[in-house]
């Protein structure tokens, strides 16, 4: 009952929780959206991408009924399944651009099933994208961030490494590529499970999963979300399930991967390119590396940071251990996607006919061939208009390329002509055709060709095997879609066939799990039918043997128990003697009317779904960094602790957005009231707004205020605000954006009767036009809770004109900075600069005090301000600590904060508890250095530098964040310490 009023309490204070890192999405492109609409499930697909919505509705019942099985759940809500026809267009999306993280309690947000998906060239891989995205789904519905899990912060009990593991291992199982990749990183991680988990957290958790169904129980990860949805912990579930600690299974796990390592394997091959490329780049990826044909020439792509870097160099120069210069390119990531394995960009490829590395990445909405000489210089580039995506990149000569290519959904090898920009296509069907390579001679196309099962419902039903094909030249030396391929190697069960690579002499290298694990062989072209040799079966393989064999004596188990009941006389009674055609009819006609018909389509018509409801706000909420000079009489007025409902719809892409909010009075203070709507449809977002806010004045018999007619001002009084604004948002790069603002703001200061005096006094009224333009970078990157590694910037420009009797112009701007930077295990370094300046006929009055969220302010009420000084404005500049408010105060400033922040918990003491206030406290010291310039002709006499120093301690409890600190002014602890209260970090 004490925990409930305490968040109670929460919920009627202006809190902010962790602030959530904002970034720029871009849309290139302008989609008209058609609808499926299906029993418990809707699919949107852009025009002209029918074959996509065809394929989904056959596929996701299957999928759906094999999630089921495996989760013990399905999607209880209408799933809304967004489908896009490439990756980089999915980018454009403005779905799932902010991610919800922790939020406060009692935050709800009702945003429905949204799934989104991308073709990637290869319906075969899109299946297993819709299979993902389906699990996710279902997770995320099952962990949904209910009012008790966010007072309890149930969700922070799951390791990231395991809940993306799952939704794998649900998704896909254990697959010899996956196990090809986890044997191959073994050897580099000594410090065992942690350092798996913390490079490769995706895999780490799969593999988990895939050991605790082989040692333990095939359900175990079933069972394991079973308990972890009633509320406990990894750690707990993991007891229940398996009888064993966590930190064991985790050593068992590493250790049975170890055991399955081929002889050899475990050693590191220290001479190798590979090797001393991962050397010169720590804690980086290594995407890809690849050689000219006489291997000498060396480019290989590095992933940090949601950027991939191409480099350049030779491969004598790696041999001597010289590191590669500055990146020849960069390709940007989105930042709020966490996973980009689904990207394959940028792709290489060295080109004999003019010795030039290519490369191939989509830029600005078109798919782009970029041309660099062997030493890393920038040739030239190439836009290949009408294509979605690229899966392989060949030269056939200087200017005609062969292309693995994709648009609205159909992938096909065609002949690009770069003089002519004129494409011929060399395949035209349905099925995939992707990993493209030739013979030496270009006489023969390789590639891998081939389609899923489709549905028997469709009027164009297909299926194709899939293996590696050829296409062999015409009588002319031509290739042409007219002639037919020829199988090479047919995939069946475990056994598959990739990565096609054309060498001399007629042979042909390729990649094959014919032993269970992912190796390559070197077979002959003219050896269209046969077998390749394998060697001793795999562990994967045994174990896949073994459970398949269960799996067939299970099947004919059921199978006989079937037929026993089918010819028994009470089963005639019950079920009638046609229940299994009946039952086969009945799935039929399901399977009938989910599929995909032309007259299910729609239009899509704006829907609005409800967005979110929230109890919380910033303290300084849309207006209160700028306050009239003149209507709060002198003094800046701290906002008064209460709490503001918010609540709003967007439609299903995100793209329009309503919003409504109103604060409740608190004591004598009046309410605020704000609609906004903000449209992000296209590149540039535009918004507009209304605010009311109504605050009280405190009375001060000491101020000597006076009209026009020399009467002094009552003391009670009113401020009446009304504002109307107009915003552009201009994404320059993902952290990099432009901002401007115009807006009208009416100011009545009222006041009250109080006596006949000052029953008929005349309010005072401010008109202002205020004009804002900002640049904006934010190159953050989120460690652990609370901190970032990285920096941070932002300019801002403000232009003021106000009407009336008292026109003036003015302007402001001000300059913020702050580095954030790892020490030791994670202790923190932060740096914030923060600097301004304002001029014109008047000016703005910058005055230091305390923190932002502050619900203990702290003001020197023996300070007033002159009702003559040449100020219109007036701002607080936070985080000054150690001192009251109106301590140090002037028109230009300047301000220094150095801060160190140590997770105590959360990595230098290794105690993890139900209690997440606890794991996430950190303690923190810290310095604060300002400094001002004024009119001091019109100001009460300050220093013109102060400095303090002190102490913090923060934490999150039910998603609102809590800081405490304390400081000392620059005299020394002599001095009686200032402290603080405040709900943000």
């Known amino acids: 009952m004490f925990l409930l009023l305490v968040l109670a309490f929460f919920c009627f204070i202006k809190a902010y929780s962790q602030t959530i890192e904002q970034y720029n999405r871009f849309q290139y492109h302008q989609y008209k959206w058609k609808v499926l609409s299906l029993s418990g499930y809707r699919i949107c697909f852009p025009a002209g991408c029918d074959s996509l919505a065809s394929f989904t509705s056959v596929q996701l019942p299957g999928i759906a009924a094999a999630v089921k099985k495996n989760m013990g759940n399905s999607v209880k809500e209408e799933a809304n399944i967004i489908l896009y026809p490439s990756v980089d267009q999915l980018y454009e999306s403005n779905i799932g651009l902010y991610e919800n993280g922790i939020q406060a309690f009692p935050t709800i947000y009702l945003k429905g099933s949204r799934m989104m998906v991308a073709f990637a060239g290869s319906y075969e891989r899109f299946r297993e994208q819709l299979a993902e995205a389906w699990v996710r789904m279902v997770w995320e519905e099952q962990f949904k961030n209910d009012l008790e899990e966010q007072a309890l912060s149930k969700k922070q009990m799951m390791p990231a490494w395991f809940k993306e593991g799952a939704i794998a291992w649900f998704a896909h199982d254990w697959q010899i590529r996956d196990e090809d990749a986890l044997l191959r990183m073994l050897p580099e991680q000594t410090q065992g499970w942690s350092s798996l988990a913390a490079a490769e957290p995706r895999l780490a958790g799969q593999a988990f999963c895939y050991f605790l169904a082989q040692k333990y129980r095939p359900d175990a990860a079933m069972q394991l979300l079973f308990q972890m949805r009633s509320g406990k912990s990894l750690s707990r579930a993991v007891r229940l399930v398996a009888k064993r600690p966590l930190d064991t299974l985790t050593a068992q796990c590493f250790a049975f991967f170890q055991s399955r390592m081929p002889v050899g394997a475990a050693t590191k091959i220290t001479d190798s390119l590979e090797y001393k490329v991962k050397g010169f780049y720590p804690g980086s990826p290594l995407l890809r590396l690849e050689y000219s044909a006489d291997h000498k020439q060396v480019a290989y792509i590095m992933e940090r940071d949601h950027k991939r870097k191409l480099y350049i160099t030779t491969a004598d120069r790696l041999s001597l251990q010289i590191k590669a210069g500055k990146a020849t390119a960069v390709y940007a990531l989105p930042p709020w996607i966490s996973g980009h394995d689904a990207d394959p960009y940028p792709l290489l490829h060295w080109s004999e006919e003019d010795k030039k590395w290519y490369t191939v990445q989509p830029e600005q909405g078109l798919v782009q061939v970029k041309r660099y000489n062997p030493g890393g210089l920038y040739a030239d580039r190439r836009k290949l208009y009408g294509v979605d995506g690229v899966n392989t990149l060949l030269t056939w000569s200087r200017d005609r390329w062969l292309l693995a290519a994709y648009r609205r959904a159909k992938s096909d090898i065609v002949l690009y002509h770069a003089g002519k920009l004129r494409f011929t296509p060399l395949t035209d069907d349905q099925d995939d055709n992707t990993e493209l390579a030739t013979d030496d001679s270009k006489s023969l196309l390789i590639y891998r060709s081939g389609y899923p099962a489709d549905s028997l419902y469709h009027k164009d039903s297909l299926t194709k095997a899939y293996g590696i094909y050829t296409k062999a030249a015409g009588d002319a030396g031509n290739y042409t879609a007219k002639i037919p391929d020829l199988l090479f190697r047919k995939d069946s069960a475990y056994i598959s066939w990739h990565n096609p690579e054309g060498l001399t002499h007629n042979e042909l290298r390729v990649q094959q799990t014919v032993d269970g694990t992912a190796r390559y062989d070197t077979l002959r072209l003219q050896q269209h039918v046969g077998s390749v040799s394998s060697s001793l079966p795999s562990p994967w393989l045994k174990d896949y043997l073994k459970d398949k064999r269960g799996r067939d004596s299970l099947a004919a188990l059921e199978q006989k128990w079937k037929q026993e009941d089918e010819g028994s006389v009470l089963s ?18 399901t399977a009938f009317a989910l599929a995909y018909t032309s007259k299910k389509v729609r239009p899509y018509i704006l829907q609005l779904y409800s967005a979110y409801f929230s109890a919380r706000i910033n303290n300084d909420y849309y ?14 007025k701290f906002p008064d602790v209460s709490a503001m409902v918010s609540g709003g719809f967007s439609d299903l892409f995100d793209n329009h957005h309503f919003n409504i909010g109103y604060r409740m009075p608190a004591g004598s203070e009046g309410s605020d009231f704000f609609f906004r709507y903000e449209n992000t449809a296209k590149k540039l977002d535009w918004h507009i707004l209304f605010f009311r806010k109504v605050e009280s004045l405190q009375p001060d018999a000491q101020r000597d205020w006076k009209d026009e007619l020399g009467r002094p001002y009552p003391q009670q009084a009113k401020v009446r605000t009304h504002y109307y604004e107009l915003g552009l948002h201009y994404p320059i790069r993902y952290d990099w954006s432009l901002d401007f603002t115009a807006a009208a703001r009416r100011d009545r200061t009222v006041f009250l009767a109080s006596d006949r005096y000052s029953l008929n006094y005349e309010a005072l009224q401010t008109w202002w036009n205020i004009n804002n333009l900002s640049l904006s970078v934010n190159k953050l990157h989120p460690t652990i809770p609370f901190l970032y590694r990285g920096w941070e910037a932002k300019l801002m420009v403000d232009g003021m004109v106000s009407t009336g009797k008292k026109a003036t112009v003015l302007y402001g701007s001000i300059f913020k900075f702050s580095y954030h930077q790892p020490l030791y295990r994670d202790i923190n370094l932060v740096v914030q600069a923060n600097a301004g300046h304002s001029g014109g006929q008047s000016k703005i009055l910058y005055n230091f005090g305390g923190l932002d969220n502050n619900i203990v302010p702290r003001v020197d009420t023996s300070v007033r301000f002159s009702q003559n000084a040449p100020y219109a404005f007036q701002s607080l500049v936070t985080p000054f600590r150690g001192y009251k408010q109106n301590s140090l105060y002037g028109s230009s400033y300047a301000l220094l904060n150095i801060d160190l ?38 100001l009460p006499f300050s220093p013109s530098h ?21 400081a000392w002014p620059q005299a020394g602890f002599s001095m009686q310490p200032v402290w603080y209260v405040s709900f943000k970090l």
């Open 901 to 938: 922040y140590i997770p105590l918990f959360n990595r230098l003491i290794p105690l993890r508890t139900p209690i997440s206030a606890l794991n996430n406290l950190q303690l923190g010291l810290f310095t604060d250095i300002a400094a001002t310039s004024r009119t001091r002709d019109y």
């Open 946 to 966: 102060l400095q303090s120093f002190g102490c913090s301690a923060r934490t999150l409890l039910a998603g609102y964040s809590i800081r405490f600190d304390i």
């Open 623 to 636: 207006i209160n960094r700028l306050q009239p000079y003149q209507n709060y009489l002198g003094t800046f």
């Open 572 to 589: 005639a009674i019950l079920k009638g003697n046609n229940s299994k055609e009946q039952a086969k009819k009945q799935k039929d006609s």
